[in-house]
Nanobody
Framework: QVQLVESGGGLVQFGGSLRLSCVVSASTLNHYGIAWFRQAPGKEREGVACISGSGASTAFAGSVKGRFAISRDTAKITVYLQMNRLNVDDQGVYYC???????????????????WGQGIQVTVSS
């Protein structure tokens, strides 16, 4: 397992943008499938986006497709989640997750990932 540290959350206005970062305690991002999940109060945790170990494949939840982007900087061992046109349905605690030799499956199953960050709060003001 690896350690994951999220940053970049906070309060943003409706329609605004935020970029979340996830630093991975590994020597390389290669072979690590990385995903972002989120959990709103009273709701189950849901997958938001993922990127495969090669970086070649990505997947997004339907609710964020076209607004969110996932990318990575292999030199910084960091994965980013760029969130645009935020609305109140996007707020919650965002978690970064990783799995060695994990992929990036379209339906973003939580059980695919064994290492998790502590989470970071994203709040959208209306």
């Amino acid at each position: 397992q690896v350690q994951l540290v999220e940053s970049g959350g906070g309060l943003v206005q409706f329609g605004g943008s935020l970029r979340l970062s996830c630093v991975v305690s590994a020597s390389t991002l290669n072979h690590y499938g990385i995903a972002w999940f989120r959990q709103a109060p009273g709701k189950e945790r849901e997958g938001v986006a993922c990127i495969s170990g090669s970086g070649a494949s990505t997947a997004f939840a339907g609710s964020v497709k076209g607004r969110f982007a996932i990318s990575r900087d292999t030199a910084k061992i960091t994965v980013y989640l760029q969130m645009n046109r935020l609305n109140v349905d996007d707020q919650g605690v965002y978690y970064c997750a990783a799995e060695y030799l994990g992929g990036c499956r379209r339906h973003l199953p939580e059980t695919d990932f064994g290492s998790w960050g502590q989470g970071i709060q994203v709040t959208v003001s209306s």
